[in-house]
C-alpha cells in the first residue's frame, strides 16, 4: 500500500523565484507533496549567501528556511542551451512561477504567452512587487520598500509617538508569498475542474496592503468618514504582555467578569466597584485599568499564571522571548522543531509544517538543497 501523500501530489512545480517572497511559497508546496523544482542561476538563489552560521556558503540560514522539499537545477537562461532545457520541463509542469520582473522575463522568452504555447493547461504565476495597473508597475520592491509604502512604517509610531519605522520581521514577504499559496492552489483546483491554465499575478504592494489595512481602515471604512484611521484598540499603547514574578504574559478577557476575576487572582478584588476604579478623573479609567493590570500580573509567576488562566477561563498565555519560544512546552510536545541531518551542513533545526490533513499528511521529504544537487536528473531528461 502506497504510504499517504501530500495534497499536492502529482503537482509539479518549476519554481523561478529566491529571496523570501516565492521561496516561501513554493516550500510550502513542496511541504504539501508538489515536486518543486528550484531553477537557479549559475550564481544560485541571491537568498543562499544572505546570512551566517553555514558551513557552506551557499546554504545560509534563512536559504535553509525556507527551501527544504525542493530539487535544485541550474540552469543559464541567457544561454540557448539553457532556454532550450528550460522549455523541455515546461510540458511536465503544472505550475510555473517567478519574481523576476515581467519584461525581464519575457526577453528571455518565458512570458506567460511564450510559455503557455508550449503547455496551455500551465498555472502560470508571476509575484511581482507593484500590480500592472499602476504608476509602480516594473520597479523594483523588497520587504522594507513595501512595508512603507503600505503604511505599515506608521504603525508603532502611532503607538509610542516615535519616528516611522520597520517591523522587525520581513513580514512583507512572507504575507505576499501566503498569497501567491493560496492563489496558486486556487487556480490549480480551476485547472481541475476545467483543464484551463491562467496567468496570476501577485502584487506585493498589493497584498500586504490588504492585509495591513483590514483592521486599519477602521473610520475609512465607511463614506463619509465615519471616524479616524488606524484600528483603536490595536494600536492601544497598553496593548503589551505584563511582566510576572519571573516573566512575562499576554492577557486578552473576553468579558469585563473576567476581567474582574483576573485583578482578583492578583490581589485586586472588587476593581471595579473600587474607589481607584470609580474616582479616577475623567478619561482616566482605561488607564486605571491597565495599570490594575499590571499590578495584579506581578503577583504570580507565569507558569502560576498560565494554570489560574485555565483553571478560571481567562486568556491567558504566556510570553516568549525568540529563544523562549525553542523550549515552548506546546512547540516541543507537538515536535514542532525538528533535528534533521543534513547532507552537507550537519544537523540542522527545521519547522515542521503547522498544517494537518486526516488523509493527506504534509512532510519534510527533501533536506535544502546545495546549487545544483539535482543536475543529474535532469541532464538525463
Sequence with gaps: MKAPSGPLDGVTVLDLTEFIFGPYATQTMGDLGADVIKVENPGGDRQRTGSRFAKNEDMGATFMAMNRNKRSVIMDLKSDEGRARLRKLIPK???FIHNVRADAMARLGFGYEEVAKINPSIVYVHC???GAGGPYAGRQAFDDLVQAASGASDLLPRVDGGEMRLLPTFVADKVSSLHALYATLAALFHRERTGEGQFVEVPMFE???H??????LYGETFMPVQGRIGHTPALANDRRPLKTKDGYIAIQPV?????????ELGGIPNAYESDRFVNAPKGQRVAVYYEMLREAALK????EWMTLG????IPIMRANTLNDVLEDPHLKAVNFFQTREHPTEGKWRAMKPPIHFSKTPASIRRDPPRPGADQKDFDQS
Design 310 to 313: 485555565d483553571e478560571n477561563r
Design 207 to 209: 497584498s500586504f496592503t
Design 211 to 216: 492585509f495591513t489595512m483590514l483592521e486599519h
Design 128 to 130: 511581482v512587487g507593484y
Design 255 to 263: 468579558s469585563r467578569a473576567a476581567s474582574a476575576k483576573f485583578l
Design 93 to 95: 509542469a503544472q505550475v
Design 300 to 303: 504570580h509567576t507565569t507558569d
